[in-house]
């Protein structure tokens, strides 16, 4: 059973015919469907279902003979609304199976963003129009987490708060030019880490490492999608799963100014969410591209 089940409150599935029940329940009772036919004329389709408002599971299988459909995988997801990137998505198909991934180097950051494309039928479609290109899109990410923990802002006042927001603009702004060639942004760019693992190397001694660092976004294990990260809660509600009845929470955060939706069940969140408390864990990341034409 896929690892992120349990994220959108499906921890109750108990052995293999509990979840062959939820899979054919999905395609039945899709709420959407969609389709493609490949240059071989073979058909193959997308069951979504969702089970909370922007919550729920994709079966993605290939029909047979006799309209038979055989479902070749599926995947949790979560959608979120707000936009988190406006880079160029780079796309590339998994070796394994049918599905992708989207590739985003948003300066903000400071690592390249891999995540798990959950409108892969749409990035089909323009290409089978020869259109291949992901220039002019943005993306809207979300996250499932099997693993997280509320923690206790730091506090600032509106005045630090002004002076951080300013360092981080101009931190992109260098971080910008500095991939563009740059050598002078490149030279500031070492000297504030260096300044920066000093200040840092100095306090720790004394003071605990979430008092010095307000948010961070890590790759975390071995695939190339799941991170671990800290952000700042900005909303959050609670939300029940119309299948299992499983209580779930869903996560607005702020991480280096990127705004990703994060879904978790609530027995595997250790505290309360609040605004303005920080959310810490390991993640799966997804992304929805909204291509030009889409807007």
């Not at 006799?66 to 198909?93: A, L, M, W």
């Not at 990035?123 to 259109?131: A, F, H, M, P, V």
């Not at 002004?162 to 260098?174: C, D, I």
């Not at 961070?216 to 799941?226: A, I, K, L, N, T």
Request: net charge negative; aromatic share 10%.
């Amino acid at each position: 059973m896929h690892k992120f089940m349990r994220a959108v409150g499906l921890a109750g599935l108990q052995g293999r015919g509990a979840l062959e029940k939820l899979l054919e329940y999905c395609v039945q009772h899709a709420d959407e469907r969609e389709y493609i036919k490949n240059e071989d004329d073979e058909v193959f389709a997308q069951f979504t279902k969702e089970f909370a408002p922007g919550l729920g599971v994709v079966v993605y299988g290939q029909f047979k003979s006799g309209n038979h459909f055989i479902y070749e995988y599926y995947y949790p997801y979560i959608k979120s609304e707000s936009i988190s990137s406006s880079e160029d998505i780079t796309v590339e198909q998994h070796a394994a199976t049918d599905s992708y991934a989207g590739v985003c180097d948003d300066p903000r950051v400071g690592i390249t963003m891999i995540f798990y494309l959950q409108n892969m039928m749409d990035y089909l479609k323009i290409s089978e129009n020869g259109q291949k290109k992901t220039t002019g899109t943005s993306v809207a990410l979300s996250a499932l987490s099997t693993q997280g923990t509320i923690m206790l802002p730091i506090a600032k006042t509106p005045n630090q708060k002004r002076l951080l927001k300013k360092k981080r603009q101009a931190r992109t702004k260098l971080v910008s030019s500095a991939r563009n060639g740059d050598e002078n942004a490149i030279e500031s760019l070492t000297l504030d880490d260096m300044n920066i693992y000093t200040t840092i190397s100095d306090k720790i001694l004394k003071e605990d490492v979430y008092t010095l660092v307000d948010n961070y976004f890590m790759p975390y294990g071995v695939e190339c999608d799941q991170y671990s990260m800290m952000g700042e809660i900005t909303d959050y509600r609670l939300t029940i799963n119309t299948y299992t009845k499983e209580p779930v929470y869903i996560l607005s955060v702020k991480c280096s100014d990127i705004d990703i939706d994060i879904a978790i069940n609530r027995k595997d969140l250790l505290g309360e969410p609040a605004v303005g408390r920080r959310f810490k864990g390991n993640i799966w990341l997804q992304g929805h591209i909204i291509f030009p034409e889409k807007k």
